[in-house]
């Protein structure tokens, strides 16, 4: 099982659909940004992307995030799923932590670290 660490203190999340791999901003990260570095992309490559699938080339290691998520109720893929949750404005940062870390661990094999 791979690990991915979340930095909270650059994580982009709950703050509704304007989520970026890599906000151009304000410097911060939705989880899919933090997956995409840690898989070899460069900051300049995920800079204001909004989607793994988006990247040139895709990287191999997130080919997981584009197929179908068997538990959602819409059969999407689970970077759609993924993104959904890290932007949900309704749910606690416990919820959000409990299912971005089943769905990283369902899909593809990860383990989520929060650090702050």
């Given at each position: 099982?791979?690990?991915?660490?979340?930095?909270?203190?650059?994580?982009?999340?709950?703050?509704?659909?304007?989520?970026?791999?890599?906000?151009p901003?304000?410097?911060?990260?939705?989880?899919?940004?933090?997956?995409?570095?840690?898989?070899?992309?460069?900051?300049?490559?995920?800079?204001?992307?909004?989607?793994?699938?988006?990247?040139?080339?895709?990287?191999?290691?997130?080919?997981?995030?584009?197929?179908?998520?068997?538990?959602?109720?819409?059969?999407?893929?689970?970077?759609?799923?993924?993104?959904?949750v890290n932007?949900?404005?309704?749910?606690?940062?416990?919820?959000?932590?409990?299912?971005?870390?089943?769905?990283?661990?369902?899909?593809?094999?990860?383990?989520?670290?929060?650090?702050?």
């Amino acid at each position: 099982m791979r690990k991915l660490i979340i930095k909270e203190s650059k994580w982009y999340r709950g703050l509704g659909s304007g989520s970026r791999l890599l906000v151009p901003l304000d410097g911060r990260m939705c989880c899919l940004g933090f997956d995409s570095l840690a898989c070899g992309a460069t900051e300049q490559q995920i800079l204001g992307v909004t989607f793994p699938s988006n990247l040139v080339p895709t990287l191999e290691k997130q080919k997981w995030l584009y197929i179908c998520n068997p538990s959602a109720r819409d059969m999407g893929s689970y970077q759609s799923r993924i993104a959904e949750v890290n932007d949900d404005r309704n749910i606690t940062e416990s919820e959000r932590k409990n299912l971005l870390s089943e769905l990283f661990r369902e899909g593809g094999n990860i383990e989520l670290v929060f650090v702050p």
